[in-house]
């Protein structure tokens, strides 16, 4: 059974209330302060930070007590944290807590990265369903009254689905809400989305939102995610690579749907900007990457770098200009550029569309010898787990 209407109240998530059903998906060195920030400028929703190791955030390293901080201007303040231990999860959330640091938790169970989940984390954990159940139930105590979510992956393939069994055993700890991303941890980022996993999960788990996730590339996939799944609200990741506008289309085509704006003035609302405005973008990026790095500005031009090729995905920009803001060492420099370049090129339409970042291909996951064996977690070393939890290890 599908949703044909759209949610008429507001997406709540514990005692949070978001007037946009609309989550920014936790990115790896990429959602920091500065593109919350700039995403948050455009649109509304819930913003979420990069992915924080529990492990690095107990023993209080320079990084990840520079990775939880947040902007005066952002509410509500989101952090998602990962980790394959109770103790240490439940340790990380209660500093949070108890620090005032929070007003919502996140918790990883998607990483499909093979680093990660060789150890048995990320995607590959919610297989040994009681370690998955002490980790949910063990983090939601030690949130008190904040609300704690969970984002997960269908499981390791499709003959080792986990997604239901999951679910229930995460409401039944207390979760505020669940997100899914409809593909399994072998196909990476490949393929399509399976949306119908995400309706079978709306279908089996009533007491608390959920969230869908995977290929929403506009707004018009966002409406049409929760038409044809009748999930609660929408999680966004590589869509808004080089995008941040697109939480305003976001906005715009749910305020829409509510009633709060005509289609005429959504349809108006949406984003299809020329060359100049793309580069404004950027530059505003890059000045919020400065004060991010307080105030390092070659480590914010070395960071703006990676997301050149999404920025001008589809539009005329030439090889040699590309690869000089590719290199830009500074601000001053990036204008020089830009003084180059036709402001005035029109939105390219299909061009700047569609898929970005990398999809990958299906491929074998990386598991621990003998995972698949048994669902229990039973003859597990924690100390070899631990490994997965590197300050490197991904999102």
Request: some cysteine; glycine content about 10%.
């Amino acid at each position: 059974m599908t949703s044909q209407t759209l949610r008429e109240s507001p997406l709540r998530i514990g005692p949070l209330e978001l007037d946009v059903p609309v989550i920014l998906a936790p990115m790896a060195g990429i959602t920091n302060t500065a593109f919350r920030r700039l995403c948050r400028e455009y649109g509304a929703g819930l913003y979420v930070s990069e992915m924080i190791t529990s492990r690095a955030l107990v023993e209080r390293t320079p990084d990840s007590m520079r990775l939880i901080k947040h902007h005066e201007s952002e509410t509500p303040r989101s952090i998602q944290l990962y980790g394959v231990d109770p103790k240490t999860v439940s340790e990380a959330v209660r500093f949070l807590v108890d620090q005032d640091l929070a007003d919502h938790i996140d918790l990883n169970f998607g990483c499909p990265v093979p680093k990660v989940t060789r150890k048995g984390g990320g995607s590959a954990l919610p297989w040994k369903s009681d370690l998955f159940r002490a980790i949910v139930s063990g983090a939601v105590k030690a949130a008190r009254t904040i609300p704690l979510t969970i984002k997960m992956r269908k499981g390791i393939d499709e003959d080792h689905l986990t997604y239901l069994d999951a679910a229930r055993a995460a409401e039944d700890a207390g979760v505020a809400a669940i997100a899914l991303h409809g593909r399994t941890a072998n196909e990476f980022y490949s393929g399509q989305a399976d949306w119908s996993s995400i309706a079978t999960l709306k279908e089996t788990i009533t007491s608390v939102p959920i969230l869908g996730n995977g290929d929403i590339w506009s707004a018009e996939d966002a409406i049409r995610m929760v038409r044809e799944t009748g999930c609660d609200g929408v999680v966004v990741g590589r869509g808004c690579l080089g995008r941040p506008w697109l939480f305003g289309d976001l906005a715009a085509a749910f305020r829409a749907e509510a009633g709060e704006l005509s289609q005429d003035e959504a349809e108006a609302a949406i984003a299809r900007p020329p060359l100049g405005f793309v580069m404004e973008a950027m530059r505003r990026h890059t000045e919020l990457l400065v004060e991010f790095y307080d105030g390092d500005e070659p480590h914010a031009c070395r960071d703006i770098r990676k997301h050149v090729a999404w920025y001008y995905k589809g539009y005329g920009v030439g090889g040699d200009t590309r690869r000089a803001l590719a290199t830009v060492e500074s601000i001053t420099q990036m204008d020089e550029i830009f003084g180059t370049m036709d402001r005035s090129m029109p939105y390219p339409g299909e061009g700047a569309e569609g898929q970005r970042g990398r999809a990958g291909s299906p491929k074998r996951v990386h598991l621990p010898d003998g995972w698949l064996n048994t669902r229990t977690s039973e003859g597990i070393d924690y100390a070899d787990l631990a490994e997965a939890e590197r300050d490197d290890s991904g999102g």
